[in-house]
């Protein structure tokens, strides 16, 4: 019988926008999921504080994380592809530097992963821009400015 290698990855994965929350929580800036909430098809919607959506808390892993780690756990995850949102570590997507707050999550998060063994596969949210450099681009007349309206 045929058994998986010893140090294969057995995990899942995430997306930030789809499962953090905490949209403008702790310095995060709008992307162009928060405004686009139907996808890149669908109006903008100007967004400000207190209006709600589905992806505003999410499954509010920002909050939960330890309790979700922990879940992955029990299930026999050795790995998890977790994606970093661009907006938590540089809210306008040109930021002279980083967000603290949003590198502070991060660290909590890959320290719990750590702690239950489980390899962190890390990459940038690609499918969401910052609205503020969006914005921006569109404003400065670049190629690419455009295309998300």
Not at 70 to 76: D, N
Not at 89 to 104: K, Q, S
Request: proline content about 6%.
């Amino acid at each position: 019988m045929k058994t998986f290698p010893t140090d294969f990855l057995w995990g899942g994965a995430t997306a930030a926008n789809q499962v953090e929350g905490a949209y403008l929580e702790d310095g995060k800036g709008l992307s162009t999921s928060d405004v686009q909430p139907h996808g890149v098809f669908g109006e903008v919607v100007e967004r400000v504080p207190g209006d709600s959506g589905i992806k505003d808390v999410a499954i509010d892993f920002y909050h939960r994380y330890p309790e979700d780690i922990a879940l992955f756990a029990e299930m026999g995850f050795n790995c998890l592809r977790v994606s970093i949102a661009w907006t938590r570590i540089y809210p306008n997507g040109d930021d002279a530097e980083p967000n603290e707050a949003g590198l502070a999550f991060y660290d909590k998060l890959f320290d719990e992963m750590a702690k239950h063994s489980i390899t962190p596969l890390v990459t940038l949210s690609h499918y969401e821009m910052p609205w503020a450099l969006v914005k921006k681009l569109r404003r400065l007349g670049q190629p690419g400015g455009d295309w998300l309206l």
